[in-house]
């Protein structure tokens, strides 16, 4: 049984940061006026977070700031350091980043602070929680999508802090891994503004479109998670931090859920497992404090399912406002006080004095000399009564020893202001070991030494394909550099034999070939990589996770080998360099506008310029919430409300879908910009396309190219969409 845990609660403002500490939090995790994954909370301005910082330290409670968004290179070069500085001076306890950058970036001008890795970071497995840590990462948040012996495994194999999210609102995507609501509407939840189209109906249709429901549905809209029975068992396989979601909730709502949580996790650490059971009372104010068509437990015991999504009854629902009132009385209007001790002396001679004690903090006041009384001496009632009146301060006595000797006199204001200076100076020392100077300028970024890492000469074309049947049009063309095979393009069955082959074929052609990992590296995928690893005969590896890259680096692979995905986000020089430093390169990313990639340094980067982008990886399967699961491939549609078909994909070889936008990228038409930018090579992804299809779309750009990109080229063929080239996102 665990000694100590720790409850973290949110907070969208500073009274709500308050009512949670006064509701039971250990710590509190909250977003200041740039840089949280919840741009649309009310979030705190700079004094707002300096007084939570103080707030939380005088409870003997933890602030966390969430920094967990990506950065822009302004951002992160003109904004960043200025903007945490006062924070960590104040002594903030810890920031919970997304961006690899601002990993390396705090980690260089902030060294005391510590760093967690978000759940945006879409750790599932040891192997990505090692490579973070060596990065100096103190704590991981773990995808929400493991099960109890994976999260056990992360915390047996490496030793960092786990934080699990154990009630609340659930993403239906891997979080980190979702363009839905960027790519359609330019909310992005990389920038904390998700338009949460998840929540919207959809017709479900086969791969020729026909509708497999009559009406619109919800299948990409999770229940609320709530693990409150579940507790024991999650702190048994090594959760430390049990993290309520949140920041966008009422004051009401976050103390409320914080209380219960707390109850029964004093119960657990007091009487332990077999003791623990949820009241049926605790369970209904949970409910009614808030829930999405009812509850799930989320991914502890069941890898998906039906029964975690709301399907037909997407809304949010709330119980009687009893509760609410409850709550407002206990934790917003009437907080607890932190119980001090405190010593009185009025003698003759001397000033007086106020001693105060909270622990280990000791401080001593003094005020105004005490006169003869003329009339009405000053009694102990009195004094007590004054000293006692603490206010707004954090304070309350618990102990108050008196001593005033007889016939003496000093005004009442002097009592007041004795009482103001003492608890202002014990509030003073109890925060004094928390203040730190300030942080380190750092070393500004410097692409000078990776020079040698770029790909020299002409911009390279490379092609990705998701089909094995695409690949073979590929080798006559002249112009394509490489080819990406994606594990979704290939069976695990002889997949080294037919790798080799395939290899070969490519060298045959004057070709490199890498391949493609899945997008989502599970401790049963590095099973299976783990016994064939040394077998893989390509020229390199994509990953598109942490996990695979450290599956990769621990198996011998040089990072020269390595090519970062677009998923594996780089939008600042400063995230670049600091993959590069390990010798990886990268692919540009899917959400900057060409200007703001004209700031990046794009040499040695690859830039995809066609394909349908994936919006959304996740462990649920479409196929199978509709009751059709084959246990095979298989290309699905979901059509919205404005009638676009979005065609889903299973991974039924690592069992996820990826759904992807309803039209291509395709960039030709603005093509004769693209070598301005600096970037090493262009790729095409080719996934739903038929093999006459994709060669087609091939040639226009080799066409292109061959012209030594001309201004004026012609799309040919369906619909497209520039991504975020033109628009980018807020």
């Not at 992005?188 to 497999?212: E, H």
């Given at each position: 049984m665990k000694t100590k845990l720790e409850l973290l609660s949110p907070a969208g403002n500073l009274t709500t940061f308050q009512a949670v500490i006064q509701a039971g939090a250990d710590?509190?995790?909250?977003?200041?006026?740039?840089?949280?994954?919840?741009?649309?909370?009310?979030?705190?301005?700079?004094?707002?977070?300096?007084?939570?910082?103080?707030?939380?330290?005088?409870?003997?409670?933890?602030?966390?700031?969430?920094?967990?968004?990506?950065?822009?290179e302004e951002e992160m070069e003109e904004r960043l350091y200025d903007y945490l500085l006062p924070f960590y001076e104040q002594g903030l306890d810890g920031v919970i980043v997304q961006d690899f950058g601002v990993l390396s970036f705090v980690r260089c001008h902030f060294p005391k602070l510590s760093v967690h890795a978000s759940t945006q970071m879409t750790v599932t497995g040891a192997l990505g929680a090692r490579f973070l840590a060596a990065q100096g990462v103190s704590r991981v948040v773990t995808a929400r999508e493991l099960s109890l012996s994976e999260i056990e495994e992360i915390h047996s194999k490496t030793g960092v802090e786990?934080?699990?999210?154990?009630?609340?609102?659930?993403?239906?995507?891997?979080?980190?891994?979702?363009?839905?609501?960027?790519?359609?509407?330019?909310?992005?939840?990389?920038?904390?503004?998700?338009?949460?189209?998840?929540?919207?109906?959809?017709?479900?249709?086969?791969?020729?479109?026909?509708?497999?429901?009559?009406n619109p549905v919800y299948p990409l809209s999770p229940k609320d998670l709530c693990t409150i029975d579940r507790l024991p068992d999650m702190a048994e396989h090594?959760?430390?931090?049990?993290?309520?979601?949140?920041?966008?909730?009422?004051?009401?709502?976050?103390?409320?859920?914080?209380?219960?949580?707390?109850?029964?996790?004093?119960?657990?650490?007091?009487?332990?497992?077999?003791?623990?059971?949820?009241?049926?009372?605790?369970?209904?104010?949970?409910?009614?404090?808030?829930?999405?068509?009812?509850?799930?437990?989320?991914?502890?015991?069941?890898?998906?399912?039906?029964?975690?999504?709301?399907?037909?009854?997407?809304?949010?629902?709330?119980?009687?406002?009893?509760?609410?009132?409850?709550?407002?009385?206990?934790?917003?209007?009437?907080?607890?006080?932190?119980?001090?001790?405190?010593?009185?002396?009025?003698?003759?001679?001397?000033?007086?004095?106020?001693?105060?004690?909270?622990?280990?903090?000791?401080?001593?006041?003094?005020?105004?000399?005490?006169?003869?009384?003329?009339?009405?001496?000053?009694?102990?009632?009195?004094?007590?009564?004054?000293?006692?009146?603490?206010?707004?301060?954090?304070?309350?006595?618990?102990?108050?020893?008196?001593?005033?000797?007889?016939?003496?006199?000093?005004?009442?204001?002097?009592?007041?202001?004795?009482?103001?200076?003492?608890?202002?100076?014990?509030?003073?020392?109890l925060l004094k070991p928390f203040k730190r100077q300030g942080g380190n300028k750092g070393i500004p970024v410097d692409f000078s030494g990776y020079a040698h890492r770029a790909f020299q000469g002409n911009i390279h074309l490379s092609v990705s394909v998701e089909k094995k049947e695409q690949f073979y049009p590929f080798l006559k063309k002249y112009e394509v550099h490489r080819i990406y095979i994606d594990s979704m393009a290939l069976k695990r069955d002889n997949l080294a034999e037919e790798l080799k082959d395939l290899y070969q074929k490519a060298k045959d052609a004057g070709k490199e070939l890498y391949y493609g990992f899945p997008a989502i590296f599970r401790r049963h995928t590095a099973e299976f990589y783990r016994e064939i690893i040394t077998d893989l005969k390509v020229d390199g590896f994509l990953v598109k996770s942490y996990d695979a890259l450290q599956f990769l680096l621990e198996s011998g692979i040089p990072g020269e080998e390595i090519c970062l995905d677009a998923n594996m986000y780089t939008w600042s020089n400063r995230t670049r360099e600091s993959f590069l430093k390990l010798g990886l390169r990268d692919t540009v990313p899917l959400e900057l506008n060409r200007k703001e990639l004209r700031a990046r340094e794009n040499q040695g980067s690859e830039m995809i310029v066609y394909g349908y982008l994936p919006m959304m990886t996740s462990v649920q399967c479409v196929e199978k919430t509709m009751?059709?699961?084959?246990?095979?491939?298989?290309?699905?549609?979901?059509?919205?409300?404005?009638?676009?078909?979005?065609?889903?994909?299973?991974?039924?070889?690592?069992?996820?879908?990826?759904?992807?936008?309803?039209?291509?990228?395709?960039?030709?038409?603005?093509?004769?910009?693209?070598?301005?930018?600096?970037?090493?090579?262009?790729?095409?992804?080719?996934?739903?396309?038929?093999?006459?299809e994709a060669e087609e779309i091939l040639s226009q750009w080799c066409s292109f190219i061959g012209s030594g990109f001309g201004e004026n080229a012609v799309l040919k063929g369906a619909d497209f969409t520039y991504g975020h080239y033109k628009r980018g996102v807020e």
């Open positions: 710590a509190v995790y909250f977003g200041g006026s740039s840089f949280g994954a919840r741009a649309y909370a009310e979030n705190f301005s700079k004094e707002e977070v300096l007084l939570a910082i103080d707030f939380a330290h005088i409870h003997g409670k933890k602030a966390y700031m969430t920094v967990n968004t990506l950065l822009k786990i934080e699990c999210f154990v009630h609340g609102a659930l993403c239906y995507c891997y979080s980190g891994q979702c363009l839905f609501s960027s790519l359609i509407g330019g909310r992005s939840g990389n920038r904390g503004r998700c338009a949460q189209p998840c929540r919207l109906p959809y017709t479900c249709l086969d791969k020729n479109r026909k509708s497999i429901n009559k090594g959760v430390f931090s049990f993290k309520i979601e949140g920041r966008m909730k009422q004051a009401e709502y976050a103390a409320g859920v914080t209380s219960i949580y707390r109850k029964y996790m004093d119960l657990y650490l007091k009487y332990g497992k077999d003791s623990y059971q949820v009241s049926p009372l605790d369970q209904k104010i949970l409910f009614d404090l808030g829930n999405r068509s009812g509850f799930t437990e989320g991914y502890l015991n069941q890898w998906n399912g039906a029964d975690m999504l709301t399907i037909n009854m997407p809304s949010h629902a709330k119980g009687k406002d009893g509760i609410q009132r409850e709550i407002r009385e206990n934790y917003i209007e009437n907080g607890k006080k932190e119980k001090i001790q405190g010593s009185f002396v009025m003698g003759e001679n001397a000033p007086i004095s106020l001693t105060v004690r909270s622990g280990n903090a000791v401080v001593k006041a003094e005020g105004a000399f005490p006169q003869k009384a003329e009339k009405q001496p000053l009694r102990e009632e009195n004094i007590r009564r004054k000293l006692e009146k603490t206010g707004d301060t954090p304070f309350a006595f618990v102990f108050l020893d008196i001593k005033a000797a007889e016939g003496l006199f000093v005004p009442i204001s002097a009592i007041n202001e004795l009482r103001r200076q003492a608890l202002s100076k014990l509030e003073e020392e009751g059709r699961c084959k246990k095979e491939p298989s290309l699905y549609y979901l059509k919205d409300r404005k009638g676009a078909y979005f065609p889903v994909k299973n991974n039924c070889g690592e069992c996820y879908n990826v759904i992807y936008n309803s039209k291509p990228l395709n960039l030709l038409s603005v093509a004769g910009e693209l070598p301005g930018l600096g970037v090493t090579g262009f790729r095409l992804n080719f996934t739903i396309e038929e093999p006459g």
